[in-house]
């Protein structure tokens, strides 16, 4: 398969996605709804989508007319922040499938003559960054679906079987040792690679252990019920201010009855599975459970090195279990399941230094503040993650279970504010050698 017909197809695959998780999931009435503040109606993320579309693939890319600039404004995520965003004059669901469609019938169509060189289309890299684009809003359509109250809108995906399980009988290390030393962090020639994991460069990490999963639910409710939530001594003064001033004694989506801890997953209520990584919490709450069990988040340097750099081989792996390889096989991603895997899943998929899912399941917080890497270049826009950089926001890796596999790589930095809970993260701890 060639690089236009892996776009066209990586395009479709996306679209496919938007469309179930919307207008093929949910009648007009929810899909115009804002189920929180924190998150805009689903029909604007629609739209959205295919308006980033058109400005990139069809005006910049091919320099073909405007379809829609009368609703550029609508769309512009810097205009309008989410809380807003329902009181635009939003396209109807029916409206804004056919725009996305026109959209893309017209990129298709355009994709033939537009030569994929220079800067911008060079190895397809503004294709990429678009179909990236849908499924991170996809992945925040599934945090919108987590949020909503109801009926499920999504059916459960079937258990995905052995692939997910570890060596049977198998006994893990708690932790494993990564030797200090230079490794190659970030990228340089990754095509999919976004701006703010460029340019690589060398990090020299003095050696430290890391926990070989991330932490679990079982463990982080010994940390609630030890009185964890009541203590301030694990908490930073931020943190204490912000669990006192919510009231949060425990995981979003959790709660108990009847002695049991209970969660709501996608509009299912059911016991919290003790032997799945936690998820749903901030990066306080994993920065206050690391301090009580003694450790402590990982910097995003040492995160990336225990998931990217073969020590025997002296370079940099594209994923922790190689270079290649299909990620059904090696983690948790995509949307298989609708909840992380149990913990030490998918053995095939461990880092060179034995450490697992450090791909899919949950985005992992690390200690790291967002920054541009040393020779850091904004491109195409700055928009994507030099507005950003700063002590607000924190780093996080890895992807979930709702991360799309293009968008899962040891390179990949997502980042939120620290008081974040809606989307798919947990953690897991380190500390120094």
Not at 246 to 272: C, H, I, N
Not at 276 to 291: L, T
Not at 339 to 363: E, K
């Amino acid at each position: 398969m060639d690089v236009k017909e892996r776009i066209v197809a990586e395009l479709t695959a996306a679209r496919d996605r938007s469309f179930g998780l919307t207008v093929e999931a949910l009648e007009a009435p929810e899909l115009t709804a804002q189920v929180s503040p924190l998150m805009s109606p689903l029909v604007w993320d629609l739209a959205h989508i295919g308006n980033y579309e058109e400005q990139w693939l069809l005006r910049a890319a091919a320099g073909a007319a405007a379809v829609r600039p009368d609703i550029d404004d609508i769309y512009d995520a810097f205009e309008h922040p989410r809380a807003e965003r329902p009181s635009l004059p939003l396209l109807s669901p029916a409206e804004s499938r056919a725009y996305v469609t026109t959209v893309r019938d017209r990129v298709l169509d355009s994709l033939e003559k537009v030569p994929l060189v220079g800067a911008l289309a060079g190895d397809g890299f503004v294709y990429h960054m678009v179909i990236q684009h849908e499924h991170q809003h996809d992945e925040t359509m599934l945090a919108t679906h987590q949020l909503r109250r109801g009926a499920p809108a999504l059916l459960d995906p079937p258990d995905s079987g052995p692939l997910a399980e570890g060596t049977s009988g198998e006994t893990l290390p708690a932790e494993v040792l990564v030797p200090g030393g230079p490794f190659l962090m970030g990228t340089s020639d990754d095509p999919w690679a976004y701006d703010n994991e460029r340019p690589g460069h060398l990090v020299d990490v003095p050696s430290f252990h890391i926990d070989t999963t991330p932490v679990g639910t079982a463990a982080y409710a010994a940390f609630v019920e030890a009185g964890g939530y009541r203590d301030p001594r694990w908490w930073r003064p931020k943190g204490w201010e912000w669990r006192s001033r919510t009231g949060k004694e425990a995981p979003a989506f959790w709660y108990r009855e009847g002695g049991q801890w209970m969660r709501r997953r996608l509009g299912r209520v059911e016991p919290v599975p003790m032997d799945e990584p936690v998820q749903h919490v901030c990066w306080y709450e994993a920065d206050a459970y690391a301090r009580w069990a003694g450790r402590r988040l990982p910097t995003e340097a040492e995160w990336e090195k225990a998931a990217s750099w073969d020590p025997a081989a002296g370079r940099k792996r594209r994923l922790p279990w190689g270079d290649s390889g299909d990620s059904d096989a090696h983690a948790n991603v995509g949307q298989r399941r609708h909840r992380p895997s149990p913990l030490g899943s998918y053995a095939d998929g461990a880092s060179a230094y034995g450490v697992r899912q450090l791909i899919g399941d949950v985005w992992e917080w690390t200690s790291t503040d967002f920054h541009g890497y040393p020779g850091f270049r904004s491109f195409p826009y700055k928009e994507y993650s030099e507005v950003f950089f700063g002590a607000e926001y924190k780093v996080l890796k890895g992807g979930s279970w709702a991360t799309h596999p293009l968008a899962a790589r040891p390179t990949f930095r997502n980042w939120d504010f620290p008081i974040r809970r809606q989307i798919f993260a947990g953690f897991r701890c380190a500390r120094d050698a």
